[in-house]
């Protein structure tokens, strides 16, 4: 035999028997439902995209069989079901799905979803213009944008002036029912983010304390440091009549303090809310009121449960522009 066929038939014999190594077995074929009172046209798009690795029904082609493509899908498969599963779409709360279809949103416009590498070989998973016009549509639907009147408008602007002037605050703000104190200076912190989240009709501002800000800087945020505290604000959308949208009533404020250690029955973190313009600490009758909070953090548990990340800093903009 020729020496090239030679070597042919040994790279196959080794091939074959790969095939006996197989990846642990998990559930490839439990049907998912459609999400409940999402137009059909969104759930096609989701279920065609990333139902494969975020549901119980993954449709595996045949090249995902072979080993050892095998191992690398079933290991998105398990990491993707932890962040987001939606087969359990109808044990979630509304606010839930809703925050949960902005997010999808979000990772879909970054480029992040689907998996790039995954992408590439199943293109019925990419998304073309018109299928995330059509999301994002969706999303906007869940909290139609209505123009207010003046009255509102001008409360509005009397209530966030109060805000700037730190009068909002009251003599006294209560503890959490978790023993959290409440932070009364987190205004004068950095911001290092804000969204807009178009899913519920409101505006937010992600305050960090000095921990946190150095912990950006040192580039060491994954986990964050003990110390570590984030602030929260969220305002109600104002739509004026020419459509631009400014703050409008204040709803909460919410912390998230880390220890590590101290709060490792919740992720690390000590959670906190702070409701209306009257801060009226939040959880009070939902004993485990926590858990509310993890769960919908969960999809960036491997991000140490914080969502923002921060964009831009200008220590970071300095190095670039030096370089
Ligand atoms: C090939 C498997 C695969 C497909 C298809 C896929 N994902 Fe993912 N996804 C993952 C994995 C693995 C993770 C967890 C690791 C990570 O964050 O990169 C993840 C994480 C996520 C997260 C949490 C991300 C974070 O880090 O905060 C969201 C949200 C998400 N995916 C949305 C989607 C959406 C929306 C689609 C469809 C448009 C999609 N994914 C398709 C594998 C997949
Ligand atoms: C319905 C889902 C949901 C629930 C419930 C929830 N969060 Fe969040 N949280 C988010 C999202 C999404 C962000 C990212 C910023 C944004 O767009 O609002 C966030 C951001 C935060 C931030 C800023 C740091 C970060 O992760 O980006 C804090 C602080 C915070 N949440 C505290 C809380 C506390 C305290 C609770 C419980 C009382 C809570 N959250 C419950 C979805 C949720």
């Known amino acids: 035999m020729k020496k090239k066929n030679k070597l042919i038939l040994v790279l196959l014999a080794g091939f074959v028997s790969l095939q006996f ?3 642990e077995k998990i559930d490839y074929g439990t049907k998912t439902q459609n999400l409940t009172n999402v137009p059909k046209e969104v759930n096609t798009i989701l279920r ?7 549901s119980s029904q993954t ?5 995902d ?32 799905q809703n925050s949960t279809i902005y997010y999808v949103i979000n990772k879909v416009l970054s480029g992040e979803m689907p998996l790039p590498s995954y992408a590439a070989v199943h293109s019925s998973a990419k998304l073309n213009q018109e299928q995330i016009q059509t999301l994002k549509n969706y999303a906007l639907s869940l909290a139609p944008r209505k123009a207010s009147g003046d009255s509102q408008i001008k409360e509005a602007e009397e209530q966030y002036n109060s805000w700037v ?19 009364p200076d987190y205004r004068n912190w950095k911001a290092i983010s ?25 580039h060491k945020v994954n986990p964050w440091p003990d110390g570590t505290v984030f602030a929260k604000t969220v305002w109600k959308q104002q739509v004026q009549k020419d459509g631009s949208i400014f703050s409008g009533e204040f709803l909460a404020v919410e912390f998230m303090v880390k ?12 959670w906190a809310r702070w409701k209306g313009a009257d ?28 969502f923002t990340s921060p964009l831009y800093l200008i220590s970071q903009l300095k190095k670039i522009q030096t370089k």
């Not at 072979?66 to 606010?95: C, G, M, Y």
């Not at 002037?165 to 932070?183: I, R, W």
């Not at 501002?205 to 946190?212: H, K, P, R, S």
Request: net charge positive.
């Open 21 to 23: 190594f197989r990846p």
């Open 48 to 54: 065609s995209s990333c139902f494969d690795c975020h």
């Open 59 to 63: 449709n595996l082609r045949w090249y």
């Open 65 to 96: 069989k072979i080993t050892p493509a095998n191992f690398l899908v079933t290991s998105h498969i398990k990491e993707a079901r932890k962040v987001l599963d939606f087969s359990q779409w109808d044990s979630w709360p509304k606010a839930q």
């Open 165 to 183: 002037k730190g009068e909002l605050k009251k003599t006294h703000v209560e503890d959490a029912p978790n023993g959290q104190h409440y932070f």
């Open 194 to 218: 804000t969204t807009d989240r178009f899913d519920n009709g409101t505006m937010r501002i992600i305050f960090g304390n000095t921990i946190a800000i150095k912990a950006i800087q040192d």
């Open 259 to 270: 220890d590590a250690k101290k709060y490792s029955k919740t992720k690390g973190w000590n």
């Open 279 to 306: 801060l009226k600490p939040y959880g009070g009758d939902t004993p485990n009121f926590e858990q509310e909070c993890i769960q919908c953090h969960k999809p960036v548990a491997n991000r140490d449960y914080v």
